[in-house]
């Protein structure tokens, strides 16, 4: 499958990633694979997310770290609008050629 095509295709989020993840992160979370693919970035089909909570200013913020393998990549951002951001979470995005698919690494 040609890099170009990844993640071209429809979106899907599990029933767990539905209940559990902010819609703001969800879209976040998108967004950070449109933003890689507009830079020209070479996208593994297997992005990789770890959600934390840094707090700066006694402000607590969405910390997420964005890997994959091939080629290996590592980038971490901040996610504005979350009311109540969460920690200890790792969530995978995977393209299986058709669609890709949020999900939490149990549910694959």
Do not use: C
Request: glycine share 8%.
């Amino acid at each position: 499958m040609k890099n170009s095509r990844l993640f071209s295709g429809d979106r899907y989020a599990t029933r767990g990633i539905a209940d559990r993840i902010d819609p703001a992160i969800q879209k976040a979370l998108w967004r950070a694979i449109e933003v890689r693919k507009e830079r020209g970035d070479q996208l593994d089909y297997l992005q990789v997310f770890v959600l934390s909570v840094e707090v700066v200013d006694g402000e607590p913020l969405q910390k997420v770290l964005n890997r994959q393998e091939q080629p290996e990549h590592r980038e971490t951002f901040y996610v504005d609008g979350v009311d109540k951001p969460i920690g200890g979470v790792t969530i995978w995005v995977i393209d299986s050629g058709t669609y890709a698919t949020m999900l939490f690494p149990y549910e694959y």
